[in-house]
């Protein structure tokens, strides 16, 4: 299955949500060129993870890739919707010491407002 997004906004803050795989190749640069855009008009995103079944050393890639650019750019990206698999892979990884992950989209969306 290819990854597909759809995107929203959630008081003031830009929702994605991701279903599929975020792998590398066509999924990962989908993924890189849809934050990439929203960046030029957002500030605060929250990646809702909650549909992805599966993610590769490539999706991690640029995962912290798109993070490091929207930080670098004065914006942030907040995750959400993680499964057990995906959580023990930034355990693992010690990536879950660099991004925000939050239970629930509302909480993700309420630490925006709180920052």
Request: proline share 1%.
């Amino acid at each position: 299955m290819t990854l597909k997004m759809d995107t929203r906004m959630v008081e003031g803050v830009t929702v994605v949500s991701c279903h599929g795989r975020i792998v590398f190749g066509e999924e990962a640069s989908a993924l890189r060129e849809t934050l990439k855009r929203l960046l030029t008009s957002t500030r605060q995103v929250v990646l809702n993870l909650t549909d992805v079944n599966y993610i590769d050393s490539g999706g991690l890639g640029t995962l912290v890739g798109v993070y490091s650019s929207a930080r670098a750019a004065g914006a942030d990206i907040k995750l959400t919707g993680l499964g057990q698999r995906l959580r023990d892979v930034l355990q693992i990884t010690k990536l879950v010491t660099v991004f925000e992950v939050y239970d629930s989209e509302p909480q993700a969306v309420a630490a925006f407002r709180r920052a």
